[in-house]
């Protein structure tokens, strides 16, 4: 073995390779005084304390927890500038809709990206993707959708392409070309959905520049039957859908998930109760983003209930410059506990196997189990429940990453 990882004082974990509902997703493995053994990246041993392994190196967990490591299945990871000018509006009551239609918003973010070059943005991602480790995550989801035109949606993909292969975080990139309608087409709605599926899809799943597609299908936004029909198209170049889905209004973008074949729905926030038993009998995964919810002052979604309902749920930061500033995996798992009322385990899963799920990697990572990426996370706690209770302080002590220390509390 190249790594052996011991005394571990709490080895908690989700097992399996694909995505836990209902009951199951609080059916967690806990190994006391455990070992886990590394060999060229891959896990070749997790269980109890065994006098007889031996590696290359030994790191002595000091009697601490580890689990997998986060997985942040929704985010906007590649853009250019900020928001900040937007919070006063907020707080005055302006609403996130009203602030994209005056030209804000997404829009705003728009302009940056389509300004920022290729080298800059893939520098800040560099900056954030580094962040992301300090707070324990290992693989990200990474969304396009502040270009709106060819060439600025290319560019966001190549730069999470390239952020891929030069730093630790994998990286699983999502075509969000339908992110909003751009202001040169502010009067020919239809005109934008045909240049976006004629022109712009067949380029991406020609050079191979994503695996999924998603779209903002929401009021002001795309409604579900214009979402349907660029979902519907993604399919056909390979792309396997995504929804950003009923976030601010019940406009059946939970239903259509189902019934477009969808990995995942995302936000979820006014998902009716149809469309919640439509994801559950179709295995839609909910990606729910709670971190969203505290910032825009809005309702959370009810992951209680849908767990209950046999809907798999994960957990995401949804970062990005406007509605969700925050790269803080272990404040969205606060949150889950708190306000979706998630127990610590189904909280877990929630963070790492279906979150791994929800891109298609549940195979790859998500769980610490023989055979699986050596992605792994030890905490300054002695148990689960800890990092759990406490909020507004980063508990992750080391970082181990496809078997290879990145972040080291010693």
Known sequence: MDLLLKNIGILATPTGAVAKSGAEQREISLTYDAMVGIKDGKIVYAGSADDSLNASAVFDCGGKLVTPGLVDAHTH???????????????????????????????????????????????????????????????????????????????????????????PVDIISTFMGAHAFPKEYNDNRAGYIDYLINEMLPIVAKEELAEFCDIFCETAVFTPDESRRILLEAKKFGLRPKIHADEIDPIGGAEMAAEVGAISAEHLIQASNDGIMAMADKNVIAVLLPATSFYLDKPFARAREMINAGVPVAVATDFNPGSSPSLNMQFVLNLACLKYKLTPAEALTAATLNGAAAIERADVCGSVEVGKQADLVVWKANDLEYIFYRYGSNLVDSVIKSGEMVISGK
């Not at 290729?118 to 502040?146: D, H, I, N, P, R």
């Open 77 to 167: 990871l590649v853009f250019g500038g900020w928001r900040q000018k937007e919070l006063g509006l907020k707080l005055e009551g302006v609403s996130y809709l009203d602030i994209l239609r005056a030209g804000g918003g997404i829009l705003s973010t728009v302009e940056h990206t389509r300004m920022t070059t290729e080298a800059e943005l893939v520098e800040k991602g560099k900056a954030l993707l580094q962040e992301m480790l300090l707070f324990g995550v290992t693989t990200c989801e990474a969304k396009s959708g502040y270009g709106l035109n060819t060439e600025t949606e290319l560019k966001q993909l190549r730069v999470a392409n390239t952020l891929d292969e030069t730093q």
